[in-house]
C-alpha cells in the first residue's frame, strides 16, 4: 500500500511558477512509473508528465515549462511548473505504479490568474 500527499498548489499568477510535491510513504524505488495527472472539471484526466524507466516524458502541452523530478532519499515526487498560464488552472494529482497498483494522491488545486 503507498500512500501520496501532495502539497504546494495554490493561486499565481500568469508567468509565474509552483512547485508542487508529492510525499511517498514507501521507498520511491519500488515505483515503475512516477507520474503527475491533471483534470479539470468535467473532463477526462490528463497525463502531464511521467518517469518511466529512467526517462521521462511530457504532455505537448507543458513541454519546455513542466519538469517532473524525484528525491529518492526524500520519497519525493515533485513537478516545477513556469510560465504559469490561466489554461493550467486545474486540480494536479500525483501518481505511482507500483506492484501492479496504481496509487492516487488526494489532487491539488493549482490557480492561474491574474
Known amino acids: 500500500q503507498v500512500q501520496l500527499v501532495e502539497s504546494g498548489g495554490g493561486l499565481v499568477q500568469p508567468g509565474g511558477s509552483l512547485r508542487l510535491s508529492c510525499a511517498a510513504s514507501?521507498?520511491?524505488?519500488?515505483?515503475?512509473?512516477t507520474a503527475w495527472y491533471r483534470q479539470a472539471l468535467g473532463k477526462e484526466r490528463e497525463l502531464v508528465a511521467h518517469?518511466?524507466?529512467?526517462?521521462?516524458n511530457y504532455a505537448d502541452s507543458v513541454k519546455g515549462r513542466f519538469t517532473i523530478s524525484t528525491n529518492s532519499t526524500e520519497k519525493m515526487i515533485y513537478l516545477e511548473m513556469n510560465s504559469l498560464k490561466p489554461e493550467d488552472t486545474v486540480v494536479y494529482y500525483c501518481n505511482v505504479l507500483a506492484g501492479g497498483t496504481n496509487y492516487w494522491g488526494q489532487g491539488v488545486q493549482v490557480t492561474v490568474s491574474s
Open positions: 514507501t521507498s520511491i524505488f519500488s515505483f515503475i512509473i
Open positions: 518517469i518511466t524507466l529512467g526517462r521521462t
